[in-house]
């Protein structure tokens, strides 16, 4: 049976997440309403079509959909007029050219290094000069937004991302990670356009004329040699596509595609504390697991419900901005209190214990961070819950 897309629910569901966080005026409550139904009735006449259940969609697009269909419209949390925020969008040129630049910029050091291995050059030596370009650029972004009195987060979409992923690459450890990649992808088909970006979708493949390009999601950062050469010869003519999508929609399911996604999400300060939730505050989440497990001694990191839906990471610490992220995926009907306190435990961990090097491997989860990892009271009880959203793909 083919699998059933529904292009956009992931999307409305955020968009819904975030209205409600961000709090709802009675006079937007009607078109709030009719958003939320549009896209529940679509959803249910798609299935009905192809005379299948929700139950049957892709794992996002379910849980979208469960949460959609699952809201009290009529008991909505509403907020006075004066406390809507409204934002007006920074605007600032040439950040997407700046992205072009390093695009090929990029492309092409890594195929220089291709055509001359023989010369061995660590790309530590030669992406000094585009790691130092990419820091000035969004330096420059941080300055505009902070003369504005506004954060990264109200830039306008194409250039937010944009933004996203240069303060992402300003990590020389994920500079080095995505030129590797690059050149691994670039070494199977030297004669495709070939990039890695932060879009919203798995990968863009395109032709013109006799040129054929790829741009991967950033997500495919780091990924095993077989994943990057599925997403290559999907942007090839006459290849047997559905083997090659398994390969890829596999990996984009799995924790190390759903990471970077996260880590792109708070790249650059591009968020708002979004610590509300509809089910659980995830500040008084917090408050208890701080007094009950490090005698309140942890200061309060950012707190965030992140945007992503996540079928097996339902945490995330990101140290440079000190950003505790917990998974949507939780904020649900029917998720015990202690599962969401588990998680916040472990991610606190993460903040306390950091990460340790062993034999040139960095390691977060040392033999010392599960010990203390198990002190949490009910930590068989939340892991067993937490695998069964992950069997049942959440």
Same mark, same amino acid.
């Given at each position: 049976?083919?699998?059933?897309?529904?292009?956009?629910?992931?999307?409305?569901?955020?968009?819904?997440?975030?209205?409600?966080?961000?709090?709802?005026?009675?006079?937007?409550?009607?078109?709030?309403?009719?958003?939320?139904?549009?896209?529940?009735?679509?959803?249910?006449?798609?299935?009905?079509?192809?005379?299948?259940?929700?139950?049957?969609?892709?794992?996002?697009?379910?849980?979208?959909?469960?949460?959609?269909?699952?809201?009290?419209?009529?008991?909505?949390?509403?907020?006075?007029?004066?406390?809507?925020?409204?934002?007006?969008?920074?605007?600032?040129?040439?950040?997407?050219?700046?992205?072009?630049?390093?695009?090929?910029?990029?492309?092409?050091?890594?195929?220089?290094?291709?055509?001359?291995?023989?010369?061995?050059?660590?790309?530590?030596?030669?992406?000094?000069?585009?790691?130092?370009?990419?820091?000035?650029?969004?330096?420059?972004?941080?300055?505009?937004?902070?003369?504005?009195?506004?954060?990264?987060?109200?830039?306008?979409?194409?250039?937010?991302?944009?933004?996203?992923?240069?303060?992402?690459?300003?990590?020389?450890?994920?500079?080095?990670?995505?030129?590797?990649?690059?050149?691994?992808?670039?070494?199977?088909?030297?004669?495709?356009?070939?990039?890695?970006?932060?879009?919203?979708?798995?990968?863009?493949?395109?032709?013109?004329?006799?040129?054929?390009?790829?741009?991967?999601?950033?997500?495919?950062?780091?990924?095993?040699?077989?994943?990057?050469?599925?997403?290559?010869?999907?942007?090839?003519?006459?290849?047997?596509?559905?083997?090659?999508?398994?390969?890829?929609? #596999?990996? &984009?399911? %799995?924790?190390? *595609? $759903?990471?970077?996604? +996260?880590?792109?999400? =708070?790249?650059?300060?591009? /968020? @708002? #504390?979004? &610590?509300? %939730?509809?089910? *659980? $505050?995830?500040?008084? +989440?917090?408050?208890? =697991?701080?007094?009950?497990? /490090? @005698?309140?001694?942890?200061?309060?990191?950012?707190?965030?419900?992140?945007?992503?839906?996540?079928?097996?990471?339902?945490?995330?610490?990101?140290?440079?901005?000190?950003?505790?992220?917990?998974?949507?995926?939780?904020?649900?009907?029917?998720?015990?209190?202690?599962?969401?306190?588990?998680?916040?435990?472990?991610?606190?961990?993460?903040?306390?214990?950091?990460?340790?090097?062993?034999?040139?491997?960095?390691?977060?989860?040392?033999?010392?961070?599960?010990?203390?990892?198990?002190?949490?009271?009910?930590?068989?009880?939340?892991?067993?819950?937490?695998?069964?959203?992950?069997?049942?793909?959440?």
């Amino acid at each position: 049976m083919a699998t059933i897309r529904v292009p956009g629910l992931v999307r409305n569901m955020n968009e819904v997440r975030q209205i409600l966080s961000d709090g709802i005026h009675p006079s937007q409550v009607p078109e709030f309403r009719a958003k939320v139904r549009s896209a529940v009735r679509d959803v249910e006449q798609l299935c009905r079509r192809h005379r299948v259940s929700p139950r049957s969609l892709p794992g996002p697009s379910r849980q979208a959909y469960k949460y959609l269909s699952s809201l009290d419209l009529n008991n909505l949390p509403l907020s006075p007029v004066d406390q809507v925020r409204v934002y007006e969008p920074i605007r600032i040129a040439n950040l997407i050219a700046v992205r072009n630049y390093i695009h090929q910029e990029l492309e092409a050091i890594a195929l220089g290094g291709l055509h001359n291995r023989a010369q061995s050059v660590e790309p530590e030596l030669i992406l000094s000069d585009i790691h130092g370009y990419i820091l000035d650029n969004i330096a420059e972004v941080a300055t505009i937004c902070y003369q504005a009195g506004a954060s990264p987060a109200v830039l306008p979409e194409p250039s937010k991302r944009a933004y996203q992923w240069l303060s992402y690459l300003a990590e020389w450890e994920r500079l080095i990670e995505h030129y590797r990649t690059l050149e691994g992808a670039l070494g199977m088909a030297p004669w495709v356009s070939i990039g890695l970006y932060n879009i919203a979708s798995l990968y863009h493949s395109w032709r013109e004329g006799t040129e054929l390009g790829l741009t991967m999601s950033e997500g495919f950062s780091g990924a095993p040699q077989p994943v990057i050469e599925a997403l290559v010869k999907l942007a090839l003519p006459y290849t047997r596509r559905r083997k090659h999508e398994a390969i890829v929609r #596999e990996y &984009a399911a %799995g924790e190390a *595609f $759903e990471r970077r996604h +996260v880590e792109l999400d =708070v790249a650059g300060g591009t /968020f @708002e #504390e979004r &610590a509300r %939730g509809l089910h *659980f $505050e995830l500040g008084e +989440v917090f408050q208890r =697991v701080n007094q009950s497990y /490090f @005698e309140g001694r942890i200061a309060k990191p950012r707190l965030m419900w992140n945007k992503l839906i996540t079928s097996r990471e339902f945490g995330h610490y990101v140290p440079v901005s000190d950003t505790l992220m917990i998974s949507i995926t939780l904020d649900a009907p029917g998720v015990p209190e202690y599962v969401v306190d588990h998680v916040m435990h472990h991610e606190l961990l993460h903040k306390v214990m950091g990460s340790t090097y062993v034999n040139g491997r960095r390691l977060f989860h040392t033999r010392e961070f599960k010990q203390a990892e198990r002190q949490f009271a009910q930590f068989t009880e939340a892991e067993a819950f937490l695998m069964r959203m992950v069997e049942s793909g959440g």
